[in-house]
């Protein structure tokens, strides 16, 4: 039997906002006791093609209105504001660590989670981190995203807890696996209510349920400035209405330039995701094919500025665009984004 297509925009928007980050390998435990962290506030001009999220971190991402149900949907930007940060203590006599903060992969997926956990070294073993995850801001999308014409869309919180464990540097190796979990919870859920759909119908349509995500990523370092890191991701978006259900596959390489005072930082993904059920709107199995790329420049301050005792501040700027063609035009996506700020790490 045929199988649909759907990984949707939002699952990539963490690699455009801080790919930087993305392919990194957990921080070293430091050697002293103490406080650690880094915080990095920054502006930034968004423009996204989107039919099934209302809003995020108070942007909106797309219209109130939906012009047709066999439409594309119509482009929204918006400037927006971030501080992802992170705060960490050490223990260093038994190699442990405790943290809280940002996890740059949640951003990019339209979930600006906050992480609470532990850090454990433990020799040629490698680091151990596991954490929970937990919202403070959900998301929005729409009640029914499938309201056309004339009528407002309705929005609803989607909050999404879980827990997420990363094994790094297993055995000497520039391996990193990791696992996470995510609760899928929508404040109201009534897709498909507009059009008439018996209650069967609607089951299928219906996003609440469970994400489950394994990554396998590998750091080759080429030459002491140069980084070539492969990505292979995994996700069940294990949800209660079949059309929404789905397998997705992702592909990413990442190269970074370490250099002084510049590094760069370039990505390229593509994807595509299986769903379960055929789609009860449309009557057909929906194909997505989708594709990325981004890029960051990371500059470190020449006259050594520093503040409350952090490391010199590192400047950046950062670009990204991202689309997803369906073979049903109400769910293309698209993403055209420009950030720019400043790194404090301590």
Known sequence: MKRQKNLTIAAFLTVLMFGADVAKALEPIPQESGF????????????????????????????????????????KSSPFFLIPFSLEYTFADTRTQLFIGTEPTDLIRFDYSQQVGIKQEIGKFGTIQGGFLFNTIALKVWQD??????????????????????????????LQVQYSYRKIDLGKETSGEILGLNREQRDLLDRNGNRHIGEILYRFDLTPKHRLTPTFRYTRNDLDGGAMAGDAVAFQFTYTFLGDPYTVIANVFFGYEDYDERNPIYNKYQTDDHIGLQASLYYKNPWGWRIFGSNPINFY?????????????????????ATGGVLFRW
């Open 36 to 75: 650690s962290g880094y915080i990095r506030p920054g502006v930034g001009y968004i423009g996204v093609k989107s039919n099934m999220v209302a809003r995020f971190l108070g942007v909106d991402v797309s219209e109130k209105k939906a012009g047709s149900l066999f439409d594309s949907p119509e482009s």
């Open 317 to 337: 700027v950062s670009g990204a665009f991202v689309d997803s063609d369906s073979n049903i035009d109400f769910y293309d996506q698209q993403a055209i984004l």
């Open 145 to 174: 995203p499938y309201v056309a014409g004339y009528q407002d869309r309705v929005e609803t919180d989607q909050k999404s807890n879980g827990g997420r464990l990363v094994w790094d540097r297993p055995f000497g190796t520039q």
